[in-house]
């Protein structure tokens, strides 16, 4: 059963922190995305990588970054956690040509800001 | 303005009872449109895909339908099960890129 990975379901932050959240899939794909999700918003794409190293902004990229030193493994950074960045956290990754195979999402990390 | 509508934003139904979510889109050019079912605290696991050629697709008690020309799908659950309480979210396909619908909050009630 092919699988992407978040490695937290919750967490709690304190404003001001450096906040990682680390995603990790096993089917080799090319591309992966790391979007939030809001209610009455939908999911909005925070950024996403089409390969080792490479990485391009999406709609929403402020206050945040991202590292993807393995094909496998994709990152996402906040800088310095701020409270508006409450939000539920999900990765995805899909292969290179995308529309014709569609996303597979992690369970989603929901991260709290204090 | 988001270029995937679904409408209701919340549905409250009895189990057993039939409901249907609706999804609007303007986007183009389209190549697929998905539905997506999201249980709480979960991420979204697809439930369809249907392709500009298609205009109905089913899983189990899911039955997507697409009219391309107007650019309108609907989900139609049948005997709906307490299980089927979640998000559904449509997603639209354009070239290299998806689009999200803000999603359906389905509660099935006893």
């Known amino acids: 059963d092919v699988k992407v990975t978040q490695s937290s379901r919750y967490l709690v932050k304190r404003t001001g922190e450096k906040v990682f959240l680390e995603c990790v899939q096993d089917?080799?794909?090319?591309?992966m995305f790391w979007y939030r999700q809001d209610p009455g918003l939908g999911l909005r794409l925070i950024y996403f990588?089409?390969?080792?190293?490479?990485?391009e902004k999406g709609d929403i990229p402020e206050g945040y970054s991202v590292s993807r030193e393995k094909k496998e493994r994709f990152s996402l950074i906040l800088e310095s956690a701020s409270t508006n960045q409450t939000s539920m956290y999900l990765c995805?990754?899909?292969?290179?040509?995308?529309?014709?195979?569609?996303?597979?999402f992690g369970s989603g990390t929901r991260l709290t800001v204090v | 303005k988001n270029q995937v509508e679904q409408s209701p934003q919340s549905l409250i139904i009895l189990e057993g009872k039939n409901c249907t979510l609706q999804?609007?889109?303007?986007?183009?050019?389209?190549?697929?449109l998905r539905w997506y079912k999201q249980d709480t605290g979960r991420g979204p696991v697809s439930l369809t895909i249907?392709?500009?050629?298609?205009n109905t697709k089913s899983n189990g008690r899911y039955t997507a339908t697409l009219d391309a020309d107007t650019k309108q799908s609907s989900l139609h659950i049948t005997a709906s099960q307490l299980s089927d309480s979640a998000s559904y979210i449509c997603?639209?396909?354009?070239?290299?890129?998806?689009?999200f619908g803000a999603g359906t909050r389905l509660t099935v009630k006893p």
């Open positions: 995805a990754s899909t292969y290179a040509d995308r529309e014709n195979y569609g996303y597979t």
């Open positions: 089917m080799d794909h090319e591309n």
């Open positions: 990588s089409y390969d080792v190293k490479m990485k």
């Open positions: 999804c609007n889109y303007t986007v183009s050019p389209f190549s697929n």
């Open positions: 249907m392709t500009f050629s298609e």
């Open positions: 997603v639209v396909s354009v070239t290299h890129d998806m689009r």
